[in-house]
DNA sequence: TAAGGTGGGATTGCATGCAAACGGACCGAC
DNA sequence: GTCGGTCCGTTTGCATGCAATCCCACCTTA
């Protein structure tokens, strides 16, 4: 990104961004955002810049920098684009087969996720931790397998967005879960057995039914939230 | 982006790198810059710092920034994705429908370049410029009515791209540009007709042959270059 | 001769100072 | 009372200085 500092400030405020710390239209000083992080203001410069370019961030010559506000339509369109090239990395990651290892670590991920799931009840953290981080295993490996190098930057823009990202993801309902790792099988499955077309389109309403779970968990009124699109 | 003189100064270094004035893997010193540019190192520094977002560059701490090498493949992955996101605007403006005004611009931009690839003799300047520009007013009027804020930003990415990038762009051929006008009439109809997966597929489908012309046209050997996709 | 260590030049990383631009408050005029 | 203008505090934009790091060549030693 850039430099040792800087980098480790863009990450921070970065974060913050996303857990909703600042309010929509909020001007970030960079005096005070520097005193906030103890550096100076060359560092956080390089940061706010930095997390413009990710479109977190408003700009305007001569008055800096405010964060960005973020609607439903925009969550919406977020999720129409995820679904579009993990779609397309699924596809791709069929087409060119994948190694060995990238089988053996979605396996792995599958299965734990399923006995993760194995009960009923509400998930505890570490059930959560481990949920997070294998449906993670899963996404990346398949992008990872997709030979394009514009997949996983473009899909990191679009996922990083304020109040449906991954920490504060789901509602970590079970069932919502099983389904997810169902679809999970079925993708492995078509790319696996070489079948492109299927894969690209299985993977693409995966992600498209998640969108519509979170907004619908996101909604005051959950009764058709998803649906609208 | 930045600032003022930043801004313009990562402009200038953004359009030396895709016209090719660097050699791949080369090291961009920060001094060196700024006595090209007649700037200090601060403004170059947040220059580097935004074509390297780009992914134009590539960063290592304490050791700078090295232009990025593109290969085959890299354009081959552009066009792809390109494809993919430009189908998704044409399938949403069909669902939306265009507005009066978008519709006219298209209408405009198909019938002028029409009337510029009449003849069938080799294009002069201004036939081309007029070219360039109607062509982009058709796509960007579509993604424009896509109503998805990613659309835009990503489809820049993966379009400034060095060797394949607009003043460069194709061999002119009479023959090709009047096949893409009737390509962009039939995606036009179908957008008018709200037809958005024909809009959909007819545009990847756009996309994905100017792509395979524009590779054939840069590869040595132009038996097949794109058909081995 | 080859391998490892060391020193110096060059380059990046960050802090700070100064100039320019912005915005808001106060004041005056109509 | 409202509109327009001017002044001043605040903030951004850029230049520059200094410290830290790196790269490379040279030297030492086995």
Chains 1, 2 share one sequence.
Not at 3 to 29: C, K, N, V, W, Y
Request: charged share 25%; glycine share 6%.
């Amino acid at each position: 990104m850039t430099q040792p500092i800087a980098q480790a400030l863009s990450a921070r405020l970065r974060d913050m961004i996303l857990a909703g710390e600042f309010r929509g239209g909020q001007h970030l000083r960079e005096v005070q955002l520097a005193q906030m992080f103890g550096a100076s203001r060359t560092p956080v410069r390089l940061a706010l810049a930095a997390n413009e370019k990710d479109g977190l961030l408003a700009y305007s010559p001569n008055r800096g920098y405010v964060v960005r506000p973020f609607d439903p339509g925009d969550i919406a369109g977020a999720f129409e684009m995820r679904a579009l090239i993990e779609g397309l990395a699924a596809r791709k990651a069929a087409e060119r087969g994948l190694s060995d290892e990238a089988l053996r670590r979605i396996a792995e991920a599958i299965d734990t996720v399923a006995r993760v799931l194995a009960t009923d009840e509400a998930l505890d953290d570490g059930a959560r931790e481990a949920w997070r981080t294998h449906n993670a295993v899963f996404h990346r490996t398949i992008i990872e397998s997709a030979d394009n190098r514009f997949i996983a930057p473009t899909l990191q823009t679009v996922q990083r967005i304020p109040s449906v990202y991954p920490p504060v993801l789901a509602s970590y309902d079970p069932a919502l879960l099983r389904k997810y790792n169902d679809h999970h099988r079925g993708i492995r499955d078509c790319i696996v057995a070489r079948q492109g077309v299927r894969a690209e389109f299985l993977m693409r309403e995966h992600v498209t039914v998640a969108g519509e779970d979170i907004r619908a968990s996101l909604h005051p009124a959950p009764e058709l939230a998803g649906a609208a699109e």
